[in-house]
C-alpha cells in the first residue's frame, strides 16, 4: 500500500522545522520527518513552544526535551503567556495560542536557517475543518481544508488518517503525551472530532478520508476558478483614490469568477471584506444608479458611471466658504481670478472666463436646490448638470460655485447665469476660473 505521508512535498536537501508538541500528531510527523532524512538528505529540526496554559505544559517541554536528547535531534524551545496576549490583543486563547505558536515557528526556522516549517494536520484535522466550516457557513474556499502548503508551511500528514498515526506509534513504540484540553467539549473543534466525525465514520469508516478527498478536490476548483478571477481583476486600473474596474466587464463575467475578481480586487486595493461585502459589490456593479456607494472593511467602493471604484482613502471634505475678493482666490483644487474691469462687448468668453455684474459673490459648494441658466437654455439644476456631464458624486462638492445669496451665479467649468452677467461698458468683475 502506498505511504500516505507526503514526502514529495519537501524537496531533497531542504532544511525542516517539525512543530512538535509531543502529541501523537506532532510525534508522527517528526518520525516520519527523521525517515526522510535518511532517505532525501533533509536537515530537521524541532520546536516546541510552551504556552503556559495548561498545568501538564511543563511535563510536555519535559518529554520533547528527553526524546529529541536521546534521538539527537536538535530542539529549540520557547515560552509564551497565550493567555496575556489574549487579553492584551481582544483574542481567543485558541486563536492567542496558534498566533504566538507560528510567529515563533517562523522565528526559530529563520535563525537556524531552515526553509520549512512542517505541521502535524492529518485527514482527520482536514475534515474537520471542512465540517466546521459548513456548519459555520461558506463558500467553495471553505470547503477547500487545509492546504498542503502555505508559503513556507508544509502539511505532509494530510493525507494520514488518526488510526494510520496510531498504528505507526504503536509499531514503532514511539511514544507521545495527551493534551487533556482535546477532549473538553468547550471547543468546537473537540465536539466535532468526538462527537459528529465518529458518528459520520459510523456510516462509512473512510467518511475522514473521503472529506478530505473531496477537499483536495475542490481546492483543484478553487483555484482555478480563482485563476481566471485573477486574469480579469488584472484589467483593473491604478487610480488616485485606489483600483477601478469597468462594471461592464464585471457584469460579463460569470458570476463565481465576478465575486472572486471583486475579492482580489478588495485585496489589491488594501481593503476587507467577507461575502456580504462581495454581494454587494456585484450588486453596485449591475445596478442602474452611477453614484452608488458601499462601505467595506478599510474603506469604501463606489460607482463612477462606468467604473467600480475601490478605495481606502475617505471622500474628501468640501473647501469652505470663503467671499471672492478681488485678485487670485484659491478654493480646493480651482484657482478663481477676479479683477475689476469695464465688461468689453460680450460679457461670455467661454465657461471658465466671463465678466459678472460687480457684487459680493461667495465661493461655496453645491447646495440641494441650486440651479442655473445657462445662455439660452431653461434653468436646470446644477446637480442635473454635472449628472449630465458625468462628475462623480464624491467630485461634485468640489467643483466651486459663485453665489449671490441663495442664487447661483456662476458654476467652475459649466459657466455663468445670464441674468449675472454685465453689461457691456458698465462695471463689471472679470472672472476666470482655472482647475489646478
Known amino acids: 500500500m502506498a505511504d500516505p505521508f507526503s ?9 525542516v522545522l517539525c512543530a512538535l508538541s509531543g502529541g501523537a500528531d506532532s510525534m508522527y510527523l517528526l518520525c516520519r520527518l527523521l525517515d526522510g532524512r535518511e532517505r532525501y538528505s533533509w536537515t530537521v529540526q524541532a520546536a516546541h513552544l510552551n504556552h503556559g496554559l495548561r498545568l501538564t505544559a511543563q511535563r510536555d517541554e519535559d518529554f520533547v526535551r ?38 515563533f515557528l517562523e522565528e526559530t526556522a529563520r535563525q537556524e536557517g531552515l526553509a520549512l516549517i512542517a505541521t502535524g494536520h492529518h485527514a482527520g484535522d482536514n475534515a474537520e475543518t471542512v465540517l466546521m466550516n459548513l456548519i459555520r457557513g461558506c463558500g467553495l474556499h471553505g470547503l477547500t481544508g487545509i492546504p498542503e502548503r502555505r508559503g513556507n508551511i508544509v502539511r505532509p500528514m494530510l493525507n494520514v488518517t488518526r488510526r494510520e498515526i496510531e498504528d505507526y ?19 468546537t473543534r473537540n465536539r466535532v472530532r468526538l462527537q459528529l466525525l465518529p458518528l459520520l465514520e459510523q456510516l462509512n ?15 483543484e476548483d478553487e483555484q482555478e476558478l480563482s485563476r481566471q478571477a485573477a486574469l480579469a481583476a488584472d484589467q483593473a486600473l491604478d487610480v488616485p483614490e485606489g483600483v477601478a474596474v469597468n462594471v461592464q466587464a464585471l457584469r460579463e463575467l460569470p458570476r463565481p469568477i465576478a465575486l472572486r475578481t471583486c475579492a482580489q480586487l ?10 456580504i461585502h462581495l454581494e454587494q459589490l ?15 472593511p478599510g474603506g469604501s467602493a463606489r460607482r463612477q458611471y462606468e467604473l467600480l471604484v475601490f478605495s481606502t482613502a475617505p471622500p474628501p471634505l468640501p473647501p469652505a466658504p470663503k467671499e471672492l475678493v478681488e485678485g487670485e482666490n484659491r478654493w480646493g483644487n480651482w484657482t478663481i481670478r477676479c479683477i475689476r474691469a469695464e465688461c468689453p462687448g460680450k460679457a461670455y468668453v467661454s465657461p471658465g472666463e466671463f465678466y459678472l455684474k460687480p457684487e459680493r ?51 467652475g467649468g459649466f459657466g455663468p447665469d445670464r441674468a449675472f452677467l454685465a453689461e457691456p461698458g458698465q462695471p463689471a468683475v472679470h472672472i476666470i476660473l482655472l482647475p489646478n
Not at 89 to 100: F, I, P, Q
Not at 208 to 219: G, N, P, T, V
Not at 282 to 296: E, G, N, T
Open 361 to 411: 459673490y461667495l465661493i461655496r459648494p453645491r447646495r440641494e436646490g441650486d440651479a442655473i441658466t445657462l445662455g439660452r437654455r431653461p434653468e436646470k439644476s446644477v446637480k442635473r448638470l454635472m449628472i449630465e456631464a458625468r462628475v462623480p458624486a464624491h467630485r461634485r462638492e468640489e467643483i466651486p460655485v459663485l453665489a449671490l445669496g441663495p442664487q447661483v451665479a456662476a458654476v
Open 7 to 15: 514526502f514529495a512535498l519537501i524537496p531533497p536537501g531542504s532544511g
Open 205 to 219: 469508516p473512510q467518511a475522514a478520508a473521503h472529506i478530505a478527498a473531496a477537499a483536495r478536490r475542490l481546492r
Open 282 to 296: 456585484l450588486r453596485l456593479a449591475q445596478c442602474d444608479d452611477p453614484s452608488a456607494q458601499i462601505d467595506v
Open 169 to 187: 506509534l504503536k509499531e514503532h513504540g514511539v511514544p507521545h503525551v495527551e493534551d487533556e484540553t482535546n477532549t473538553d467539549p468547550a471547543y
Open 66 to 103: 528527553s526524546w529529541c536528547a536521546r534521538h539527537s535531534v536538535p530542539l529549540t524551545v520557547g515560552t509564551a503567556d497565550a493567555a496575556t496576549f489574549a487579553a492584551r490583543e481582544g483574542l481567543g486563547v485558541e486563536e492567542a495560542g496558534r498566533t504566538l505558536r507560528y510567529a
Open 266 to 275: 478588495l485585496d489589491r486595493a488594501g481593503l476587507g471584506g467577507e461575502a
